[in-house]
């Protein structure tokens, strides 16, 4: 096996792509972020939030939807396993930490034990798993694509309706206002999940493009 020299693209792959994630990832948490200490574009601003919130999400989720179109259903649940598990527990934190600082009248809201926030792991799990049934394993691109949306778009529905019913108070107050504005609410809560339906697709059949695929194996 001849060695594989160090050539000048392994310098473009392994240091200047990585330094120039860290800082777009700086300038989206600082700058853009809502919640962050500039937030140039606002406090409320929908693109905004699409962009952290909704970006954030979108990679959660992409995970194992592209493990379930590329390789099959169990890689795509399980793949939204360890995704959701990682979100659910720095989201519960983050939620339990901030409204900490908001005790109402001494109440401690515990969002670990928030079935709504629970349902990001339990959606990350089913967004692999339905993209990867669906596809079956086919390459087609409109096959990937159809198992792609319907996944991100059912999951989208089920994590809203979760939100807006049984989250905890303070949380579910701030869905309830959210929803008072139709056309925001559905630009946050399902654009960000059409995007990743329409996206991931057509990075896994690019990836397919060049072999950038797990090995298929029989019985699956």
Same mark, same amino acid.
């Given at each position: 096996?001849?060695?594989?020299?160090?050539?000048?693209?392994? *310098?473009? !792959? $392994? #240091?200047?792509?990585?330094?120039?994630?860290?800082?777009?990832?700086?300038? +989206? @948490?600082? =700058?853009?972020?809502?919640?962050?200490?500039?937030?140039?574009?606002?406090?409320?601003?929908?693109?905004?939030?699409?962009?952290?919130?909704?970006?954030?999400?979108?990679?959660?989720?992409?995970?194992?939807?592209?493990?379930?179109?590329?390789?099959?259903?169990?890689?795509?649940?399980?793949?939204?396993? *360890?995704? !959701? $598990? #990682?979100?659910?527990?720095?989201?519960?934190?983050?939620?339990?930490?901030? +409204? @900490?600082? =908001?005790?109402?009248?001494?109440?401690?809201?515990?969002?670990?034990?928030?079935?709504?926030?629970?349902?990001?792991?339990?959606?990350?799990?089913?967004?692999?798993?339905?993209?990867?049934?669906?596809?079956?394993?086919?390459?087609?691109?409109?096959?990937?694509?159809?198992?792609?949306?319907?996944?991100?778009?059912?999951?989208?529905?089920?994590?809203?309706?979760?939100?807006?019913?049984?989250?905890?108070?303070? @949380?579910?107050?701030?869905?309830?206002?959210?929803?008072?504005?139709?056309?925001?609410?559905?630009?946050?809560?399902?654009?960000?999940?059409?995007?990743?339906?329409?996206?991931?697709?057509?990075?896994?059949?690019?990836?397919?493009?060049?072999?950038?695929?797990?090995?298929?194996?029989?019985?699956?």
């Amino acid at each position: 096996m001849s060695e594989n020299k160090f050539k000048l693209a392994d *310098i473009f !792959g $392994g #240091i200047i792509i990585p330094v120039l994630l860290v800082v777009l990832i700086y300038v +989206f @948490a600082v =700058y853009l972020n809502v919640g962050g200490e500039y937030h140039i574009l606002g406090e409320d601003n929908v693109i905004a939030v699409i962009l952290v919130s909704g970006f954030a999400q979108m990679i959660i989720l992409g995970v194992p939807l592209v493990l379930g179109l590329l390789w099959n259903k169990w890689a795509g649940g399980a793949a939204g396993f *360890i995704m !959701g $598990g #990682i979100y659910y527990v720095a989201n519960a934190g983050q939620y339990t930490a901030l +409204f @900490a600082t =908001y005790m109402d009248g001494g109440v401690f809201y515990n969002f670990f034990g928030d079935i709504s926030m629970l349902f990001y792991l339990v959606n990350a799990v089913i967004i692999g798993y339905m993209a990867g049934a669906l596809c079956n394993g086919s390459t087609n691109f409109k096959r990937m694509l159809g198992a792609g949306l319907t996944a991100a778009l059912i999951t989208a529905v089920i994590q809203a309706f979760m939100n807006y019913t049984v989250a905890l108070q303070p @949380a579910r107050d701030m869905t309830v206002g959210m929803w008072s504005d139709p056309l925001y609410a559905i630009v946050i809560n399902f654009v960000p999940s059409i995007a990743l339906g329409v996206i991931v697709p057509i990075l896994a059949k690019v990836m397919t493009w060049y072999g950038l695929q797990p090995q298929k194996h029989a019985g699956y």
